[in-house]
């Protein structure tokens, strides 16, 4: 979805480094998520935020922490990466709207951590 | 959150109807089937979501049975941009939030 932005596209960093994935949206969308993709696997949850001033755990956030900095922005930070976290990253946006809504995706962040 | 599961692969002929079929025997009262798709590497495409009525959109139709344990999205005329993984979930609104598995990848040949 082109209203969902992740940066950078691709990235490639040594172990022990701290990252910064960064994701931004234009849709208005009040939920925004994290979730990491193994190869051949399905997504996995990372952290999701319903509003601003709402951050929560999702299956898999050893190693990871994030930063709701407005509405439209949803960061995601690995402290000090580590080879086993190169993976595919994506935001998903929401909105709390009517009814289920279904969640938009970005076009990914891969990652690759020698 | 219920989870689903799916058959790892499958086939279509082009031109002919995809039937994808999704268990979710422990979905609750107020949780919705979602589908969404996935080609390569690219991120989720949304495809079509229900409650317990059959619902049907532009590209595709949503079968939910009685019991809703079970369901089969139907992609009436496949095409090879058809191919992708596609990802059946549940969630509710409450919830706000899913589990994917490792979803079917269906495979459109000529």
């Known amino acids: 979805d082109a209203d969902v932005t992740q940066t950078p596209r691709n990235r490639i960093t040594k172990t022990g480094k701290r990252i910064m994935l960064e994701c931004s949206q234009t849709k208005g969308h009040d939920r925004m998520y994290w979730y990491r993709q193994d190869p051949g696997l399905g997504l996995r949850l990372i952290y999701y935020?319903?509003?601003?001033?709402?951050?929560n755990k999702g299956e898999i956030s050893d190693g990871y922490s994030v930063s709701r900095q407005a509405q439209a922005k949803f960061s995601l930070s690995l402290e000090s990466a580590i080879p086993n976290q190169t993976a595919l990253y994506f935001c998903?946006?929401?909105?709390?709207?009517?009814?289920?809504?279904?969640?938009?995706f970005g076009d990914g962040t891969r990652l690759s951590i020698l | 959150d219920a989870k689903t599961t799916q058959p790892p692969s499958m086939d279509c002929a082009e031109g002919r109807a995809a039937n994808l079929p999704c268990n979710h025997s422990t979905i609750s009262g107020n949780e919705y089937v979602y589908w969404y798709r996935q080609i390569h590497s690219q991120g989720p495409q949304y495809i079509i979501h229900?409650?317990?009525n059959n619902e049907t959109n532009e590209m595709a139709s949503l079968i939910i049975t009685e019991d809703r344990k079970s369901s089969t999205l139907i992609l009436p005329h496949a095409t090879l941009r058809d191919t992708a993984v596609y990802y059946c979930i549940v969630m509710s609104t409450n919830a706000g939030k899913s589990t994917f598995g490792d979803g079917t990848t269906l495979t459109v040949k000529p």
């Open positions: 935020s319903f509003d601003v001033k709402d951050i």
């Open positions: 998903a946006t929401s909105d709390i709207g009517t009814g289920n809504q279904p969640q938009h």
């Open positions: 229900g409650l317990k």
